[in-house]
């Protein structure tokens, strides 16, 4: 493995563009390490010194110091991203959720499992912004939706994955029943930190720090079986170094690049996609399900736990289709339908909340809640389930796709990264704000997020041109076709080149030059 990577490993675009995902994963593993933990005793009890459940407003500071240290180390990746490269960032990541896992293991009070999981957070923050990065670069345009979607995917494992070990370990007495999947979860992280020195880096990172023949060489593994006259790989090999000399000519990179013509476009774009994506509710439905679904009426630890892992399986079950199709589909179909039909559900299950619910009293707190109607209560359930699977199908997967494939290469690592941290601020404030929005407004807060959904729906049919099944210097002629606000006018055939037209546009270069 001289070449710092394994080739055989390069040679194939799954692999290579899947293992890093492992990164998304943990994201998964904390969002059910604290949803089947809500109705623990042994947590409750632990991480609240009058022994009673956390308030609703504590219990929201715990799972929101995750969020909070995320948007942290999704900043961070302006500056790791560029300066280490993308593979050194995502093994910083995941040293970093070790360290974080052992605390939250050994946590004795609600100050050290915070501490423990804002550095998780951290952690999540850095892998979920620079592991789409990594995938985009280092994929063919063909594949490039899918590969990015298994981010999402690896999501959704993760979530289900710990759920079961949280659901296992809710058979022990004891703090037990928490600590060992907590100190379990490190396990990935370790498995993704030791992997991905077999992995290249980036060749468009490369080339842009002057490493060209690193680049060509690992694109040829890439794309061409080794073969660096392969016309793939020297179309892909011109087309990354015409764009990162032409931005060169623009400057030093800066944050007030983001603000230049052509590129404030997309950061607004990419940021606003992933505000949308934690204001359909969705992470909502996934932190707190234990809460959504006692409030429907659903009663018994074990039930709620059985039917909270039915919700997780369908998630991991309905990424599949997009994964498979979202480079086909393309990803303004998604994003419209899939807010379209979210927005339904909600308004149903508010609507069933609404007209079936009284205020009563859960876990000894007054709440409104479902009471002595199974029918309601099963119908909230599967409407909860048809909006999980709806988002799974749709807005999961291609919510990380096109915030990592819109940026031109010199401000890549850095749009990406605030797009991400937008992300991570609204789950933030959502993680903190759900559980009283929850306690006092009650079925109004999915008719809350539904409004929010019906409102992304419009966002992106008038402002998302279509990006699908095109390189990352394609998509440059995407957005030079303007249509701000009339985005279904850019046809899905803009930008297709092929390696004639890549080196008569680098021969018309170098003649204007010399003229």
């Given at each position: 493995m001289g070449?710092?990577?394994?080739?055989?490993?390069?040679?194939?675009?799954?692999?290579?563009?899947?293992?890093?995902?492992?990164?998304?994963?943990?994201?998964?593993?904390?969002?059910?390490?604290?949803?089947?933990?809500?109705?623990?005793?042994?947590?409750?009890?632990?991480?609240?010194?009058?022994f009673v459940q956390p308030t609703a407003n504590a219990q929201g500071a715990i799972?929101?110091?995750?969020?909070?240290?995320?948007?942290?180390?999704?900043?961070s990746v302006t500056y790791l991203g560029d300066k280490l490269g993308r593979k050194k960032t995502i093994i910083l990541a995941a040293l970093f959720w070790v360290i974080g896992s052992i605390l939250q293991c050994a946590s004795v009070n609600r100050g050290m499992l915070v501490v423990g999981r804002i550095i998780s957070g951290i952690s999540v923050g850095i892998a979920s912004t620079v592991v789409p990065v990594y995938q985009s670069e280092i994929a063919a345009p063909e594949i490039r939706g899918r590969l990015v979607a298994f981010q999402q995917w690896s999501i959704t494992w993760?979530?289900?994955?710990?759920?079961?070990?949280?659901?296992?370990?809710?058979?022990?007495?004891?703090?037990?029943?928490?600590?060992?999947?907590?100190?379990?979860?490190?396990?990935?992280?370790?498995?993704?930190?030791?992997?991905?020195?077999?992995?290249?880096?980036?060749?468009?990172?490369?080339?842009?720090?002057?490493?060209?023949?690193?680049?060509?060489?690992?694109?040829?593994?890439?794309?061409?079986?080794?073969?660096?006259?392969?016309?793939?790989?020297?179309?892909?090999?011109?087309?990354?170094?015409?764009?990162?000399y032409f931005e060169r000519t623009e400057g030093a990179k800066s944050w007030s690049d983001l603000l230049k013509p052509g590129v404030s476009r997309r950061v607004v774009l990419g940021s606003s996609l992933q505000m949308w994506s934690q204001l359909t509710g969705m992470n909502v439905m996934m932190y707190y399900v234990v809460y959504?679904?006692?409030?429907?009426?659903?009663?018994?630890?074990?039930?709620?736990?059985?039917?909270?892992?039915?919700?997780?399986?369908?998630?991991?079950?309905?990424?599949?289709?997009?994964?498979?199709?979202?480079?086909?589909?393309?990803?303004?179909?998604?994003?419209?339908?899939?807010?379209?039909?979210?927005?339904?559900?909600?308004?149903?299950?508010?609507?069933?909340?609404?007209?079936?619910?009284?205020?009563?009293?859960?876990?000894?707190?007054?709440?409104?809640?479902?009471?002595?109607?199974?029918?309601?209560?099963?119908?909230?359930?599967?409407?909860?389930?048809?909006?999980?699977?709806s988002f799974a199908i749709t807005m999961g997967p291609a919510s990380w796709a096109y915030p990592a494939e819109i940026f031109p290469m010199r401000v890549r690592a850095k749009a990406v990264s605030l797009s991400t941290a937008t992300n991570w601020l609204f789950n933030f404030a959502l993680a903190w704000a759900a559980p009283p929005m929850l306690a006092n407004i009650q079925w109004k807060t999915y008719f809350v997020f539904g409004t929010f959904n019906f409102a992304a729906c419009i966002h992106f049919f008038f402002c998302f041109p279509e990006t699908a099944q095109r390189s990352l210097e394609e998509i440059e002629d995407v957005f030079a076709q303007g249509h701000e606000y009339?985005?279904?006018?850019?046809?899905?055939?803009?930008?297709?080149?092929?390696?004639?037209?890549?080196?008569?546009?680098?021969?018309?270069e170098k003649e204007s030059v010399d003229a």
């Amino acid at each position: 493995m001289g070449k710092g990577y394994n080739a055989r490993i390069a040679s194939n675009p799954y692999i290579v563009g899947t293992f890093a995902c492992i990164g998304g994963g943990l994201f998964g593993l904390d969002i059910s390490s604290m949803s089947a933990a809500l109705n623990n005793p042994a947590y409750t009890s632990t991480f609240n010194n009058i022994f009673v459940q956390p308030t609703a407003n504590a219990q929201g500071a715990i799972v929101a110091s995750m969020p909070a240290g995320s948007l942290i180390g999704a900043l961070s990746v302006t500056y790791l991203g560029d300066k280490l490269g993308r593979k050194k960032t995502i093994i910083l990541a995941a040293l970093f959720w070790v360290i974080g896992s052992i605390l939250q293991c050994a946590s004795v009070n609600r100050g050290m499992l915070v501490v423990g999981r804002i550095i998780s957070g951290i952690s999540v923050g850095i892998a979920s912004t620079v592991v789409p990065v990594y995938q985009s670069e280092i994929a063919a345009p063909e594949i490039r939706g899918r590969l990015v979607a298994f981010q999402q995917w690896s999501i959704t494992w993760g979530i289900l994955l710990q759920y079961f070990v949280q659901f296992g370990c809710s058979y022990i007495n004891g703090t037990a029943s928490f600590r060992i999947p907590w100190g379990l979860q490190m396990i990935p992280a370790i498995i993704l930190a030791l992997g991905m020195i077999a992995f290249p880096e980036s060749p468009r990172w490369l080339v842009d720090h002057n490493r060209e023949a690193e680049a060509l060489e690992i694109l040829a593994d890439l794309h061409g079986g080794g073969n660096q006259q392969d016309d793939l790989v020297v179309l892909e090999f011109e087309e990354i170094k015409s764009q990162v000399y032409f931005e060169r000519t623009e400057g030093a990179k800066s944050w007030s690049d983001l603000l230049k013509p052509g590129v404030s476009r997309r950061v607004v774009l990419g940021s606003s996609l992933q505000m949308w994506s934690q204001l359909t509710g969705m992470n909502v439905m996934m932190y707190y399900v234990v809460y959504v679904f006692e409030g429907a009426g659903l009663t018994g630890r074990r039930a709620n736990l059985i039917a909270d892992s039915v919700q997780y399986v369908l998630n991991v079950s309905f990424t599949v289709p997009a994964i498979i199709y979202i480079d086909k589909w393309g990803r303004r179909p998604m994003f419209i339908y899939g807010c379209l039909v979210m927005g339904f559900w909600l308004y149903l299950v508010g609507g069933l909340q609404a007209r079936f619910g009284q205020w009563g009293t859960l876990n000894g707190a007054t709440t409104w809640v479902v009471v002595n109607n199974p029918a309601a209560t099963k119908a909230i359930i599967v409407c909860s389930y048809f909006f999980v699977s709806s988002f799974a199908i749709t807005m999961g997967p291609a919510s990380w796709a096109y915030p990592a494939e819109i940026f031109p290469m010199r401000v890549r690592a850095k749009a990406v990264s605030l797009s991400t941290a937008t992300n991570w601020l609204f789950n933030f404030a959502l993680a903190w704000a759900a559980p009283p929005m929850l306690a006092n407004i009650q079925w109004k807060t999915y008719f809350v997020f539904g409004t929010f959904n019906f409102a992304a729906c419009i966002h992106f049919f008038f402002c998302f041109p279509e990006t699908a099944q095109r390189s990352l210097e394609e998509i440059e002629d995407v957005f030079a076709q303007g249509h701000e606000y009339s985005a279904w006018a850019v046809s899905r055939s803009v930008g297709k080149k092929d390696l004639a037209d890549v080196l008569a546009h680098k021969v018309d270069e170098k003649e204007s030059v010399d003229a």
